[in-house]
């Protein structure tokens, strides 16, 4: 049972490229969402999918596009890499609060990106 | 708005040495209140969740408590493995998401 499973670990791109980071999990989790964690500002909502075919705004999703094609991969592209989008990218998923089962969200072990 | 205060921002102990992390929120109906641990590199990683004031949980040497305004995070004998840092997070009533503070880097010492 792999939990949440991000890939690439690391990555180092230059200004204006453009990536995707892939997250899958395999809880069956209806909900997932992508973080990126600055110092000094904490864990900052990008995006996030309630289910199969939706995505969501959070609280910093200026530069990022998300798709959730299948319920168990949420994907985080970046179209046009900047200096400003150098952070860690963590991914995470949980069962819908709604259906009354335990709502804490597991987490992905990390995607350290440097834009230079 | 939703809004998580820690407090402090980092604590150093000695091995042994009891105390307590603070969270203070402002949310406007609260669904969760949920507290994760980070190792240096890693990913957060779940340790509880409180949903209504006056209660408690523990795991080992951690226990969480809950009142309507602030949660505390005790910490009993500490041994340096419970070196890291620790977050706090609200999930607000009708929403399905965690907005987290910047948490609490702890540091015990043998």
């Known amino acids: 049972n792999a939990g949440v499973t991000q890939t690439p670990k690391f990555r180092v791109l230059k200004t204006g490229q453009s990536m995707t980071l892939l997250c899958a999990q395999d809880m069956n989790h209806e909900y997932m969402y992508w973080y990126r964690q600055d110092p000094g500002m904490g864990l900052r909502l990008i995006h996030y999918s309630v289910g199969e075919g939706t995505t969501a705004k959070g609280e910093v999703p200026d530069g990022y596009n998300v798709s959730r094609l299948k319920k168990q991969n949420f994907l985080l592209g970046l179209e046009s890499a900047a200096p400003s989008q150098t952070s860690v990218y963590f991914c995470?998923?949980?069962?819908?609060?709604?259906?009354?089962?335990?709502?804490?969200?597991?987490f992905g072990q990390g995607t350290r990106l440097t834009v230079v | 708005e939703d809004q998580v205060t820690q407090s402090p921002e980092a604590l150093r102990l000695q091995e042994g040495e009891s105390s307590s992390l603070n969270c203070s929120y402002t949310v406007s109906g609260l669904r969760g209140l949920f507290w994760y641990r980070q190792d240096p590199g890693k990913g957060p990683e779940f340790l509880f969740t409180l949903y209504s004031a006056g209660e408690e949980k523990e795991k080992e040497r951690l226990k969480a408590t809950l009142t309507k305004k602030e949660s505390f995070l005790h910490i009993t004998a500490p041994k340096p493995e419970d070196s890291a840092t620790y977050l706090c997070?609200?999930?607000?009533?009708?929403?399905?998401?965690?907005?987290f503070g910047k948490g609490t880097m702890l540091l015990v010492s043998p």
């Open positions: 997070a609200v999930m607000a009533s009708g929403y399905s998401t965690l907005t």
């Open positions: 995470a998923s949980s069962f819908d609060p709604d259906r009354g089962l335990d709502t804490e969200a597991f």
